[in-house]
């Protein structure tokens, strides 16, 4: 079986690789510059990340994302359902 990506699974990937690299709160805009993931598209991004528990943000001034669990608890299956959205 092979597992075909959209781009906005693959930067889903890339996001949660960042994030778990930089072990605290970042700002979207530091993510999508040093990540290279479109601004437009890290939004949703990070929502659908959020809505599944693996990414957790403070809004406002000072805020950002982080990862909502450590890194070893989240699993490559977790990550891209929650982006692309359940294997059949």
């Known amino acids: 079986m092979q ?4 781009s906005e699974g693959r930067y889903a990937l890339r996001a949660l690789l960042y994030l778990a690299w930089i072990g ?3 700002t979207a805009e530091k993510i999508s ?3 290279h993931i479109p601004r437009r598209l890290l939004a949703r991004i990070l929502a659908k990340l959020s809505h599944a528990g693996l990414v957790e943000s403070e809004q406002g001034r000072g805020g950002g994302s982080r990862l909502a669990q450590p890194a070893t608890n989240i699993t490559l299956r977790e990550a891209v359902e ?3 959205g359940p294997f059949a």
Do not use: F, G, T
């Not at 597992?3 to 959209?6: G, K, P, Q, R, V």
């Open 3 to 6: 597992l075909e990506l959209s």
């Open 24 to 26: 605290e709160l970042v």
């Open 33 to 35: 510059a040093e990540a």
């Open 82 to 84: 929650a982006v692309e």
